[in-house]
């Protein structure tokens, strides 16, 4: 490949919404075969919005949404800031939590008015060996059943609420799917966020393969499991919690609205943070390269 045919590729990537760390990375591009793609504010906006509360018998909603409104507010997770803003819209201000800790993965626990606080899986619940009573766990699931995210509140002991949270796909994505594919491209959809919910996303944008309920640190094995069956991987996501498998993929493409983290250390950043910009880069590599062997 001379320089100047590299450059040229590069340039034309700016134009395209791709930035490029080096030119370098336009091989490892061409090679790809596989594609994973985080679900949320890769494939989905990541602006959550929380729609439904469900409590259990005897619960106050408004104490449900202060304890877990209050919690949540410190929290920088999409989900989070869904909830801190959903609960403050419903009951006004709220209080300052005592006592915070963000647990990646699953959830926040902490200390608010006096109560011993949880939010998020129930898997978290469940290490301080706790379960949803039938109630809520039947409105968890029909919640997921619709491609909701379902999240747990417990305090003092008790599990105590549901809150349903959304987010919508990307209005580009199903579109970039299919642009993919004509690429030649596996698309494989990772996430940390349950199976029912993430199918419910894949199957709105045409993936066919979902990898779900992975925690943060595990990301990267999935990756590293792919290139151990011979895949050339390619990775796009946004979150801190993806930057690992970023820089293990053989490429990794950072959504520009995204994290520092991500940015850092992916191949390359799609700038306007629209997915049909990953099938942009990728052809952008072949041409280059192809014009010029
Ligand atoms: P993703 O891989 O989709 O970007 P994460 O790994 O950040 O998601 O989180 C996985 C799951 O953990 C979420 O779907 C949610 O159920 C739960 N979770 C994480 N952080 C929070 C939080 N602050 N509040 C409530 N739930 C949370
Ligand atoms: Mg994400």
Redesign the pocket.
Known sequence: ATPTALMVGTGRGAQLGILIKGPEVLESTRKVDTVVL?????V?T?RMTLLAVHTADGTDETEVLRLAGA??HA??????QA?AAGAAERVGALPTPEDFA???????QGVVEGHAVL???T??LAEWAMELPSGLARAKAEAEAAGR????VAWDGEARAV?E?ADAVKDTSAEAITRLRALGLTPIL?????QA??EAVAAEVGIDEVIA????QD?VDVVKRLQSEGRSVAMV???V??AAALAQADLGLAMGTGTDAAIEAGDLTLVRGDLRAAADAIRLARKTLGTIK
């Open positions: 985080d679900k949320t504010g890769t989905t990541g919690l949540e929290s920088e997770h999409p989900i989070a909830v963000n647990i990646a993965g699953l959830g926040v939010v998020g899986r898997k978290l995210t379902a999240i747990a809150l949270v990772l996430t940390g966020d349950n919910v993430a309920e992975v925690m943060p990301k996501g946004d979150g919690n993806d």
